[in-house]
């Protein structure tokens, strides 16, 4: 645990952040991990996301993306 604890102050990568919750850490550590697992798997976007302009008063539209709209609320 104390390599696994070094590992982490140093910010290298050594432990998946799911695996290190059943372990004895804190949640300082459990952050840290986190955001590194994060930073390093998951980057930024180089530019974000396009959003059209609305007008005022234009009423937002909303999807709603599910793998089975079966019983879902909107499909009743």
Do not use: K, N, W
């Amino acid at each position: 645990m104390a390599l696994l604890r070094e590992d982490i102050r140093a910010q290298r990568e050594c432990i998946e952040p799911f695996a290190l919750l059943v372990l004895p850490s804190t949640p300082q550590e459990q952050l840290q991990v986190a955001r590194l697992h994060a930073q390093r798997h998951y980057p930024m976007a180089p530019q974000p996301l396009h959003a059209p302009a609305r007008a005022a008063g234009e009423r937002l539209r909303i999807g709603y993306l599910s793998a089975d709209f079966g019983a879902t609320p909107p499909r009743s």
